[in-house]
């Protein structure tokens, strides 16, 4: 018992996915999982019951999202105010670079899977122990994505005990810290495309987000209908359009 040794876990989490396994760890909008290897991100979408067109995101950090994404100067000021003048937990979504080594590393049918024509979903601000992870990732080109520890349509877990027994099983590492910082909003991060400014998800801090972006930008975001009219906060899907 004791303080939590984030350097000695991330070091884990990293030796587990360039090992082509799968982990579930904490971050302060609930639980995820994720990896890196094509197999081991197609064993968690068979354990989710995740429906093909869905998207998975890369875990990153602010650094990672300066590098891969390309946004114009306006929409950059936008997510520096959030992620770091407020230190908030935002999906980007964004036009991004190919050639990025982190981007390049990722194999082909993964980035299709990860991918909605130009753009790429990006986490940012996930918590102490995914920004260490992402780190090591970072500096080894080693991608890492996924999406949160749950089958699909249940809703994000914020305690390891919560987590289904279907999704603990496809796994090779369990990291738990206990009850996550943002339990109280009851869904995953919030998720925004700049490349149209459209909001994708409403999640965690979308009352501080929004605020945000119409006290210091004058854009008006989409008014939360609620849990229980919206559960998943979905206003629109993260898909690949239709062919």
């Not at 500096?139 to 005990?161: C, D, I, M």
């Not at 998943?232 to 993260?238: A, C, D, F, M, V």
Request: with cysteine; glycine share 8%; aromatic share 6%.
């Amino acid at each position: 018992m004791g303080r939590h040794d984030v350097n000695a876990d991330a070091k884990r989490v990293f030796d587990t996915i360039t090992a082509g396994g799968a982990v579930i760890l904490p971050g302060d909008i609930g639980y995820g999982a994720g990896a890196s290897s094509s197999e081991a991100l197609q064993r968690l979408f068979v354990a989710k019951k995740r429906a093909p067109h869905k998207r998975h995101a890369m875990v990153g950090n602010y650094e990672l999202h300066r590098e891969v994404h390309e946004l114009g100067s306006r929409e950059q000021e936008i997510v520096d105010a959030i992620t770091l003048d407020a230190d908030l937990p935002l999906c980007v979504v964004a036009p991004y670079r190919a050639d990025h080594p982190v981007v390049a590393a990722v194999e082909a049918e993964t980035l299709a899977a990860s991918t909605v024509g130009n753009t790429l979903a990006m986490l940012v601000n996930g918590g102490r122990l995914q920004e260490e992870v992402v780190r090591l990732c970072h500096q080894a080109g080693v991608p890492f994505l996924g999406s949160s520890a749950n089958l699909t349509g249940t809703g994000t877990k914020f305690r390891v005990e919560d987590i289904q027994q279907p999704i603990l099983d496809a796994v090779d590492l369990v990291i738990d810290y206990g009850l996550r910082k943002y339990h109280h909003y009851r869904r995953s991060s919030t998720i925004i495309d700049f490349s149209t400014m459209e909001v994708v998800r409403i999640g965690s801090c979308y009352d501080l987000i929004s605020d945000i972006m119409a006290r210091q930008f004058g854009i008006r975001l989409p008014v939360d209908p609620g849990r229980e009219a919206l559960p998943s906060g979905h206003l629109r899907e993260q898909t690949a359009p239709a062919t």
